[in-house]
């Protein structure tokens, strides 16, 4: 069965740093989305993403966060200098078409921020 | 925006019986309502999903339930087994936008007693 994949799996960075979360959705999806989950919390909204834009975002999405679809396989999410709240476990998901197409989840990154 | 609530926290069964976990929501115009499955290191992947045109669904094992005029939803897993322990996440989206993001509950950690 199609996955989609994170890379990588553990991401370790200092405060100020700029990191790149990388996914490759699955091949025929078109919708494709970032959730975080800081330890003991929800998972969270961040952002989705359709047609080469963002479609929509969270408050959590600011200016330090941006996305990306660099060629016809990768979707990574770059924060641009990571604070220590922004440690958490990233997951990617894809979904085929916009009407309520379930979500296929990545295995996650889960990114420290030290 | 919407909100949901999931209860309880954690839950502990003895193998072979029933668990269920609850959840609440608060927008009336959210429809589509999600059940995924966390295992440790894993993302989430999708076990069940409901309709708001749909009262109850079934999939062997596993069924979800649906109140509408109170906004509640609910899993329900018979014949426990160990390899139905694992995080349960409800969530609940509007789906008619596209992209329309998941909002998740906070969980609930299942532990399958021998």
């Known amino acids: 069965e199609p996955e989609v994949t994170q890379t990588p799996s553990h991401q370790v960075t200092q405060m100020g740093q700029e990191v790149i979360l990388r996914c490759v959705p699955i091949?025929?999806?078109?919708?494709f989305y970032w959730y975080r989950q800081i330890l003991g919390q929800k998972v969270e909204f961040l952002v989705s993403?359709?047609?080469?834009?963002?479609?929509?975002k969270s408050e959590i999405f600011d200016d330090q966060f941006s996305v990306e679809r660099p060629d016809g396989s990768n979707f990574t999410l770059k924060i641009r200098s990571t604070k220590l709240e922004d440690s958490a476990m990233y997951f990617c998901?894809?979904?085929?078409?916009?009407?309520?197409?379930?979500?296929?989840f990545g295995n996650g990154t889960r990114l420290t921020v030290t | 925006g919407e909100n949901v609530e999931q209860h309880p926290s954690t839950l502990s069964v003895q193998e072979g019986d029933s668990a269920v976990i609850k959840c609440t929501y608060s927008?009336?115009?959210?429809?589509?309502f999600p059940w995924y499955k966390q295992e440790l290191g894993k993302g989430s992947q999708l076990i069940i999903d409901?309709?708001?045109?749909?009262g109850e669904k079934k999939d062997q094992r596993i069924a979800v339930t649906l109140n509408k005029t109170a906004k509640h939803f609910s899993l329900h897993i018979t014949e426990t087994q160990p390899e139905d322990s694992a995080v349960y996440f409800c969530?609940?989206?509007?789906?008619?936008?596209?992209?329309?993001?998941?909002?998740f509950g906070s969980g609930t950690r299942l532990s399958i007693r021998p």
């Open positions: 993403f359709y047609n080469n834009e963002i479609s929509e």
């Open positions: 409901i309709r708001s045109n749909v």
């Open positions: 969530a609940a989206s509007k789906g008619y936008s596209s992209a329309s993001k998941i909002i």
């Open positions: 998901a894809s979904s085929e078409n916009q009407r309520n197409s379930p979500l296929h």
């Open positions: 091949s025929n999806h078109l919708y």
């Open positions: 927008d009336s115009a959210s429809n589509y």
